[in-house]
């Protein structure tokens, strides 16, 4: 075959494509895995891939996006519509791309992609694969699918059992992929222990090795190349690409770029030496010049912290800021000499640092920073000696001044609350025994304040810096404490004056809530029974009901009796309250219940009492129309509920029981019928009594078991149940005039339908409208029977009714033909012709039913056929089926 080059060279492609999958359709699926892995290989760059190569390339979407990936180029804005002419859009861009790049595509067209039409898909993604993947690959002036069968030979001829001479039976023992990988990685397969006669091991372990060490797509099965007598050639071609753009031209690339950059990597270091050197001294010279001033400074400082400070700084220089440094003259004296080293190997010129920067600069400024140092570090500590011994002095007296300033604080304001004239008596006795705890806390502290001047007065003599600040502290120290000592006493008098009061009022609370609590709880329950909505339905309940009303009334006076006293107490602390002045925090302590509370559910009381007695007498009067009503409805459901029961029994036996003809039992239940509705106006007459139980809410009546509903469902059934007997009957009297079937053969039919009718219900099972037809003489198979059931049964019920019974038995019996009889009757009216005129059938035949007939017959179409003139055969066919014919 030519190279694959220009557009001839695809239109053969397309050609082999057509007769390759003539020949051979199990390629179909080593191309469709092959080809849909290598299209992932490229789509997985933009996070996306494919499952379905025929379904996800239909609205064109992947597609542009695998041309784009694989060429690098912008292909036109898709459509993002999901009609099928924007997918057919989107697929022309594609597909207009892949010509513009110099390929013919014959026979594939936008709408076979957008059908799904897998041949045409798979024959437009080899087309690209051939265009992008395999024409550019050039080997010793061969190009294509035959530059790369020479680079394949290349690479695997020095390896035994391996001789590449096609894409197809040449790698179906797996060792051609191996050898190719271990030529390349020979660390990534011990090729001495693979085997010519195990191809599934070498396959999988050349495609496993692929797949994770080279970021190759595993696009082929072993199972299918081992299992096919001639592996797909367009298959192994792709998959044999993947390898060559992996591997070829790389180790070429890699020497020639190690070579380059070794040369500039030696001249780039040494660059970056020098500059790097300039940069070091420059900042180390500029770091020593800015620090020499700071450790010559030698300004005093009045407080032991300010100079602590200055030693904390001067410790932080030489653990923090110094070391870094130390570390960076050592290194630029190395670097200054590696660098020299590495010129004079490299026949380069000595390297010579800018003015000011050499090294005898640096080790210059470096001793003079070091003399700044140890002169500022002697005279830090001298200093610091002298101010520790007044320092320490001071420290003590700041903090014996703020802890009592801390113990002082919020206690003027304590002292001076009102707290007590809204406390409770508890509350009272817990403030005295609290003021009692701060007058021996208050003595505790008189030895400090007294040691505080005492400091105050040591620092003046020794003429400390800030003894004004002292002084005026210790002043307001002394100050605050005479302050405190008066407020005491006064706290103490008004708290045990207001505990004498309280004491009192607290006694009368006691005694209030002792009477409230109880009589309060009376009230509510007394409020709350005579609002209690009761339910009755019974006299007897109303009458309990109003009894023990009455008995209630009773015990109203000795209540108020008792409310009268329970108020007396209140108003005699309202007394003590008013004489005195006490300002009472809150209410009661010992409840909850006030004197406004007690009249308010009093006066509630008294009113819900007559408005209870109405409500008793007006559910007296409904209870006793109730029981009127249930009486009502009880005498006469009791008759009619046994009468429906009666008639339901009666005519049950009627359906099945033989007594004379068909005839006299129709006249007979018509008559039975017409005397079921004549009783109809007692039901009505029930509806009305029923309706106003409803409307009165009566729920039960012990006078009857029958309801309602019961009745009414009892009447639908009595009267369905003689409507469909009466039904029953006169099919039964249509069925013996069709059929000219006997009384006698009637009266058969119904003995030999109620002798299997076990259950006496009027409907026969299947097993027993079996037994029945082998008793008649039928030989049954489960065909048979099937096909009789599905005559008397259409609906599958499991069931056979009287009327499906003799519908049976007339027709195995019935000695008439009806669909002859009526060809006859047209034979008849046709004459010697064998059509017949559809004016003749106007003639003969009532106007509906000659038309009837004329629009079922078929024009005939015999030697001897006349303008109108009509098949009649064909109106037996339409009318009865052929199986009547």
Request: one cysteine or more; glycine letters at 4%.
């Amino acid at each position: 075959m030519d190279p694959y080059d220009g557009e001839t060279d695809y239109m053969h492609q397309e050609d082999d494509w057509d007769r390759d999958m003539l020949l051979d359709p199990a390629w179909e699926k080593q191309q469709r895995k092959t080809f849909t892995a290598w299209c992932n290989s490229h789509l997985r760059k933009t996070g996306t891939q494919i499952e379905n190569i025929e379904e996800d390339f239909r609205d064109g979407l992947k597609l542009m996006l695998l041309l784009e990936v694989i060429s690098g180029e912008r292909l036109a804005k898709p459509e993002r519509g999901k009609m099928r002419v924007h997918k057919i859009s989107n697929v022309n861009k594609a597909l207009d791309f892949i010509a513009s790049k110099g390929v013919k595509l014959v026979s594939i067209g936008a709408e076979e992609i957008v059908d799904g039409n897998a041949k045409m898909t798979l024959g437009m993604i080899w087309t690209i694969i051939l265009r992008f993947a395999i024409q550019d690959i050039s080997v010793e002036e061969t190009s294509a699918k035959e530059g790369l069968l020479l680079w394949c030979q290349r690479k695997t001829a020095p390896y035994k059992n391996v001789n590449i001479q096609n894409f197809h039976i040449s790698w179906k023992d797996g060792l051609g992929f191996c050898a190719l990988i271990h030529r390349h990685r020979p660390e990534l397969i011990d090729y001495g222990k693979l085997r010519k006669d195990d191809p599934m091991t070498n396959l999988n372990t050349a495609f496993d090795v692929a797949e994770k060490y080279l970021d190759i797509p595993k696009m082929l099965d072993a199972e299918d190349i081992v299992g096919t007598a001639r592996p797909d050639e367009k298959a192994i071609m792709t998959y044999v690409s993947s390898f060559y753009h992996a591997f070829s031209g790389a180790q070429k690339a890699e020497t020639a770029a190690n070579r380059i950059c070794k040369v500039l990597a030696v001249n780039q270091e040494n660059e970056q030496l020098m500059e790097d050197y300039e940069k070091l001294a420059s900042d180390l010279l500029e770091w020593i010049r800015h620090t020499i001033p700071w450790l010559e400074n030698r300004t005093p400082e009045n407080t032991m912290q300010a100079m602590q400070q200055k030693l904390e700084d001067f410790r932080d220089y030489r653990r923090l800021h110094k070391p870094p440094k130390v570390q960076e003259k050592c290194q630029l004296e190395i670097s200054f000499n590696t660098l020299q080293t590495k010129l004079r190997l490299s026949n380069r010129p000595a390297f010579m640092p800018s003015e000011g920067k050499m090294v005898s600069d640096i080790n210059n400024a470096w001793s003079n920073l070091e003399g700044a140092e140890k002169g500022y570090e002697e005279w830090l500590l001298n200093d610091i000696r002298r101010l520790e011994r007044l320092e320490h002095l001071a420290q003590k007296f700041r903090q014996k001044a703020s802890i009592h300033e801390a113990w002082t604080e919020g206690k003027e304001e304590m002292l001076q609350k009102k707290d007590f004239e809204t406390a409770s008596l508890s509350e009272i006795k817990a403030l005295l025994k609290k003021h009692e705890a701060f007058e021996s806390d208050l003595a505790a502290h008189q030895d400090r304040v007294e040691q505080i001047a005492a400091i105050a007065q040591e620092l003046n003599e020794l003429d400390y810096y800030d003894s004004p600040s002292v002084n005026a502290r210790c002043q307001k120290i002394c100050d605050q404490w005479d302050a405190l000592g008066n407020l005491t006493q006064k706290r103490n008098e008004a708290l045990q004056r207001t505990e004498k009061l309280l004491e009192t009022i607290d006694q009368l609370y006691l005694e209030f809530a002792k009477r409230a609590a109880p009589f309060n709880n009376w009230l509510e329950g007394a409020m709350e029974d005579l609002q209690d909505t009761f339910i009755v339905h019974t006299i007897e309940e109303i009458k309990g009901l109003s009894t023990a009303h009455d008995q209630f009334k009773a015990t109203l006076p000795e209540a108020d009796k008792e409310r009268n006293a329970i108020l007396g107490i209140h108003n005699e602390i309202a007394k003590i309250v008013q004489t005195y002045h006490v300002n009472i925090a809150g209410t009661n302590p010992y409840t909850t219940i006030n004197p406004q509370e007690i009249n308010f559910k009093w006066d509630k009381v008294k009113q819900l009492v007559p408005q209870r007695d109405q409500a008793l007498i007006e559910e007296h009067t409904r209870q006793q129309n109730n029981e009127r009503l249930r009486l009502q409805f009880a005498n006469q459901a009791n008759v009619i509920g046994p009468w429906i029961q009666t008639k339901m029994g009666e005519i049950g036996r009627i359906s099945i029981e033989m007594h004379g003809t068909l005839e006299d039992q129709l006249t007979n239940l018509r008559q039975y019928e017409k005397s079921i509705v004549n009783y109809k106006p007692k039901i009505d007459q029930l509806e009305g009594d029923h309706q106003l139980i409803q409307e009165a809410l009566i729920f039960d009546n012990k006078h009857t078991k029958y309801t309602m509903e019961h009745i009414r469902v009892g009447w639908e059934q009595l009267l369905t149940t003689v409507a469909r007997t009466i039904n029953e009957i006169e099919n039964q009297i249509l069925t013996r005039d069709a059929k000219g079937i006997s009384q006698e053969q009637l009266n058969e039919f119904r003995a030999s339908f109620n002798h299997f009718d076990r259950k006496r219900t009027g409907i026969m099972e299947a097993e027993d409208f079996k037994t029945c037809l082998i008793s008649m003489g039928y030989n049954l198979g489960e065909n048979e029977f099937a096909r009789i059931m599905s005559i008397v049964d259409p609906n599958r019920m499991g069931i056979v009714t009287f009327q499906a019974f003799i519908d049976f038995m007339s027709r195995e019996t019935a000695d008439t033909d009806t669909a002859d009889q009526v060809m006859a009757s047209f034979k008849i009216l046709a004459g010697d012709k064998n059509y017949i005129l559809a004016d003749e059938l106007r003639r003969e035949l009532p106007p509906d039913q000659a038309e009837y007939c004329i629009a079922r017959m078929a024009p005939y179409t015999g030697p001897d056929a006349v303008p109108g003139a009509l098949d009649y055969m064909s109106f037996s066919t339409a009318l009865y089926g052929e199986s009547d014919l």
